[in-house]
């Protein structure tokens, strides 16, 4: 989808491959240029929703189908399957009208529609303190977050949610929503937030800012996507698969490990403890150098059970993080072009030296890894953050993103 002209035609491309192959799995997707952004939802394959975002629409999509009650015969701003409707009917779920056209994506199509996820009743507090939102509120009314363009009379108005903020959002509520307890987690490979500028050259028109691990130990570093004509070493290095073992290792770089497990048909999650061998060559991997700075700064212990990093040497780590953040991200998105091009190199540089300490720390911590422990505690890989379309080709103005890993706050 990156070598497409457009987000238009990128989203053609995405649903006539549905629309012929199907889809493997649930997907939520953004594919977005300066003109315009689509969100997709794909929950059986081959059925799916696109819908055209509003500049100002605030949604969060916590790994589960947003999209609500939308009338398909609003085709300017909705594009659905030609099916959407009778296969719901066909298999029982469907819920809507289906003589006004209308449906309920997320009720006629989505699973695990008895929970919401912890990640979004905390997002939605946190946008707005009056919420006092729990997960039954939530699983009993989803029009309390879904996007809809239908309003009370059922007619047809721009998309739109019932998410309001409590305050005029800024940068720091952008970096401040990663450090929730339900999404700053150590798991996190990557975290990207894409901003795009409507008047500016195709080629630096996006700002790219890249974080991983816990943002709560880590700051976001800017460049210009559309610029890359070369990808870092540390993404490219590769690593034997991550063993994981209930018995204390012998040799190898190793520490305490809880393993969880899910059921898809039972929603059950069973958690297993153990130990996780690291890869041969995790050092010479960008995502495994930042995992284990992170889990050393938040988890790793000594022998005696007193932790690797003291409680005051993490809150100063914090402080200077966000501090750094901050400054980072103010400061470039305030920039005007053209000065900004000028900024790419320092950029770059700056993201050089990051990448840079990080390995040279990683050398010189890596002893501490053999015989050190981390507190067990029940994490997922919750990637939500790999964004797809990262590399998009540089003649071309439209990024592909997976909804599924890019947690887009869209002010």
């Not at 990262?390 to 706050?409: E, I, M, P, T």
Request: contains cysteine.
């Amino acid at each position: 989808m990156s070598e497409a002209a457009s987000a238009r035609e990128a989203l053609d491309l995405l649903l006539s491959i549905y629309d012929t192959y199907g889809c493997a799995d649930g997907a939520g997707l953004f594919i977005t240029d300066q003109q315009e952004s689509w969100y997709i939802e794909n929950c059986s394959g081959t059925q799916y929703v696109a819908i055209k975002l509003n500049d100002d629409l605030l949604f969060l999509e916590p790994n589960m189908a947003i999209i609500g009650s939308v009338d398909l015969d609003d085709t300017e701003n909705v594009v659905a399957s030609p099916k959407l409707i009778e296969t719901a009917k066909a298999a029982g779920t469907f819920t809507g009208d289906e003589a006004e056209n209308v449906i309920n994506f997320r009720a006629s199509y989505a699973g695990r529609l008895d929970s919401a996820d912890k990640r979004l009743v905390e997002g939605l507090n946190y946008l707005n303190s009056a919420y006092s939102y729990d997960a039954e509120k939530l699983v009993a009314d989803n029009s309390r977050f879904t996007i809809s363009n239908l309003d009370a009379s059922g007619a047809i108005v721009p998309l739109y949610t019932n998410i309001s903020a409590d305050r005029t959002l800024s940068v720091d509520d952008i970096l401040n929503y990663y450090k929730l307890s339900t999404i700053a987690k150590s798991g996190n490979q990557e975290i990207e937030i894409f901003q795009i500028f409507k008047d500016r050259p195709m080629e630096y028109a996006t700002v790219g800012w890249v974080a991983v691990g816990d943002l709560a130990c880590n700051v976001f570093v800017p460049y210009y996507p559309m610029l890359i004509d070369a990808m870092y070493e540390g993404y490219q290095a590769g690593t034997p698969v991550v063993r994981f073992t209930t018995e204390k290792p012998t040799e190898g770089l190793f520490y305490p490990y809880a393993k969880r497990s899910y059921n898809w048909e039972t929603g059950e999650v069973t958690t297993t403890d153990g130990y996780r061998i690291l890869p041969e060559g995790w050092e010479k991997s960008y995502y495994w150098s930042f995992e284990i700075l992170n889990d050393y700064v938040r988890y790793f212990v000594k022998e005696d059970g007193s932790p690797m990093v003291s409680d005051a040497d993490k809150t100063y780590i914090k402080a200077k993080s966000l501090t750094l953040c901050s400054r980072n991200l103010s400061g470039l998105c305030l920039d005007e072009h053209p000065a900004g091009l000028q900024k790419r190199k320092s950029a770059r540089d700056q993201e050089r030296r990051f990448h840079g300490q990080s390995r040279a720390e990683n050398r010189a911590g890596a002893h501490l890894l053999r015989t050190g422990k981390r507190n067990a505690h029940p994490r997922g890989r919750d990637l939500h953050a790999l964004a797809e379309g990262r590399f998009s080709q540089s003649k071309v103005g439209c990024h592909a993103v997976c909804g599924r890993c890019f947690r887009r706050l869209l002010l």
